[in-house]
């Protein structure tokens, strides 16, 4: 059960998404308020397709979640020390069959949304810091509230934010995939992980 009260909450750390000149991305907290109410919407408004094409969930979440996570950054994170010892082809093969785990694992969970509401405790303790923790709550129709704690960091070059973690009752998802993954990096090779995810990616099913 928690494991997938943490999937499910960071899913919803890469549910905000907007257009950029819709919204002001270098302040977190406009982020995660705006983008979280554009996607939910476009969940209701698009209820019915999803009902009778599972399979463009993938393409919400191409659309609206991948551009605002930074993904890279945390398949990075995953490999930690040794992506040294990595090739760039090698890299990036790692990062597109992360990418796809992630859509594949999200799109699956993001099916199950209820009309779940998020109270967001704005931080407005952010500027000159490169890496921030906003907390959220969860909360279902039963009443039934999730902690959460989403990290953002910001890119150096445009000041904006994007998502690389939720903290979910105190799971780490970011956490979690390093103590999964780093391991087998490590003991088989970034290769032999590669094929691992994209094994997985196979198996899933809308």
């Known amino acids: 059960m928690r494991s997938f009260?943490?999937?499910?909450?960071f899913l919803y750390s890469l549910s905000f998404s907007l257009l950029a000149s819709e919204s002001d991305l270098t302040n977190p907290n406009q982020v995660l308020n705006l983008l979280s109410t554009n996607t939910f919407k476009r969940l209701n408004d698009e209820k019915g397709r999803l009902e009778t094409d599972p399979e463009y969930?993938?393409?919400?979440?191409k659309e609206e979640l991948i551009p605002h996570f930074d993904y890279k950054y945390t398949a990075y994170s995953v490999v930690g020390p040794?992506?040294?010892?990595?090739?760039?082809?090698?890299?990036d093969n790692f990062v597109e069959a992360f990418l796809s785990y992630l859509i594949n694992a999200y799109g699956h969970i993001l099916a199950k949304y209820d009309q779940q509401t998020l109270t967001i405790l704005d931080n407005n303790n952010f500027k000159g810091?490169?890496?921030v923790s906003i907390p959220v709550?969860?909360?279902d129709n039963n009443g039934q509230i999730t902690q959460l704690d989403f990290k953002l960091r910001v890119n150096s070059k445009t000041g904006e934010w994007k998502v690389f973690d939720v903290i979910a009752e105190g799971v780490s998802m970011l956490d979690t995939k390093k103590s999964e993954l780093r391991p087998l990096i490590q003991k088989k090779g970034i290769d032999e992980v590669i094929k691992l995810l994209l094994q997985k990616n196979s198996e899933f099913v809308s």
């Open 5 to 9: 009260i943490y999937v499910f909450a």
């Open 57 to 61: 969930i993938k393409v919400l979440i």
């Open 82 to 91: 040794s992506l040294q010892n990595t090739t760039a082809e090698q890299r």
């Open 129 to 131: 810091k490169k890496i």
């Open 137 to 139: 709550r969860m909360r």
